[in-house]
């Protein structure tokens, strides 16, 4: 195995892993697409890569700054090629996302900006649809091949031959549209998000006890911040609860494209969003934290992500500042939590989702 491969299969995603691995046989201009299931790459091995010059189009903040700092080019966006020119790239290489939309709008980007006869490299393992989505590739290119097995994922290369007139539906990727996933509530979103089209439970469960939260503070709070704010959904609830001063912040480029549409809509509103890893890029402190945290990362399940918003979550609150999360019931947040606060309280719990309090106080 070639040493690209060796520095990255110890802690990178196993369908990540082959591709770096195929690096060593690239030749000419490469693209990566990098979404969340690129987060342990090595990405100083890869730009070491001689073979080819490599550039990088990231959907997450965090990757696209640690492949900047590796001396890569890189461009963070909601997965945006429009700044690309057509017919500029002999290889792609993309670990398919756990979206569908997102994965054909990849793919027929791929179209676009791959150079007559150039190759984009698909992988993933077979419960992610990937053998799928290269017989879907493959007739959008006029291509034969088949995914070959390397032990639990699958690898294929589909040549650009003739790109077919009709894409893989996207559900119109690019657009961002207004939702309304239940009575009486309207959201913008779009695909690219975590439940782009409906209201997480867990976040609704937030909101229904956000009054009793608001309840514990001496005074109304002034100052919020959304730690992981989706398309913004808990800050435009806590607004309605008299909050006006709100920062959301996400590290998933989608997730700011919409967090700011619909915060932009609501009159008389101070609020930032930011780009960040965990709230990263945050320098002020806020009266209130609410966070809905992700525990996984791509198609894996990733226990330190708690801590992580955690660690942020205490270092963003002020001296009388109060956070509040919500998290499925079999995840021991509160016992982590105590190792970053003085009161830690389980608010509520409905079987399902939980809702831990916490605050030096």
């Not at 990178?12 to 979404?35: H, M, R």
């Not at 490599?54 to 640690?66: C, E, G, H, K, T």
């Not at 911040?225 to 959301?248: F, H, K, M, P, V």
Request: hydrophobic fraction near 40%; include cysteine.
């Amino acid at each position: 195995m070639n040493q690209l491969a060796d520095d990255n299969n110890s802690a990178t995603d196993k369908s990540v892993a082959l591709l770096v691995q195929q690096l060593a046989d690239v030749q000419g201009d490469c693209l990566i697409v990098a979404d969340e299931n690129w987060s342990q790459a090595n990405w100083a091995s890869i730009a070491n890569n001689q073979q080819c010059a490599i550039s990088l189009v990231s959907n997450r903040f965090d990757i696209a700054r640690s492949a900047s700092k590796a001396g890569l080019s890189c461009q963070f966006n909601d997965f945006d090629f429009s700044g690309l020119a057509a017919k500029s790239y002999d290889t792609m290489l993309y670990r398919v996302s756990k979206e569908r939309a997102s994965s054909h709008h990849i793919i027929n980007q791929a179209g676009r900006l791959l150079k007559p006869g150039g190759k984009l490299w698909l992988s993933g393992e077979k419960n992610e649809g990937v053998k799928t989505y290269v017989k879907q590739a493959c007739k959008l290119f006029s291509d034969r091949t088949n995914a070959e097995k390397h032990g639990v994922c699958y690898r294929a290369p589909v040549q650009l031959i003739d790109l077919q007139s009709k894409p893989l539906d996207d559900k119109q990727y690019q657009n961002i549209r207004l939702v309304e996933p239940a009575e009486g509530s309207a959201f913008y979103s779009k695909p690219g998000i975590f439940g782009w089209d409906k209201i997480d439970r867990g976040s609704a469960f937030l909101v229904e006890h956000l009054p009793q939260f608001l309840a514990r503070f001496n005074r109304q709070p002034q100052s919020l911040l959304d730690l992981g704010c989706g398309y913004g959904y808990l800050s435009c609830e806590a607004n309605r609860l008299g909050i006006n001063q709100l920062t959301a912040t996400d590290n998933n480029a989608a997730a700011l494209v919409a967090a700011e549409k619909n915060l932009s809509k609501i009159d008389n509103l101070h609020y930032a969003t930011v780009a960040a890893d965990a709230g990263d890029q945050i320098t002020g402190r806020f009266d209130c934290l609410l966070c809905n945290p992700p525990f996984h990362q791509g198609f894996s399940v990733d226990s330190r992500l708690g801590s992580k918003f955690l660690n942020s979550a205490k270092r963003l609150l002020g001296a009388d500042g109060q956070a509040l999360f919500v998290v499925n019931c079999f995840i021991p947040l509160e016992h982590s939590a105590k190792h970053y606060f003085q009161r830690v309280e389980v608010l509520a719990n409905n079987g399902s989702f939980k809702l831990v309090a916490m605050d030096n106080c």
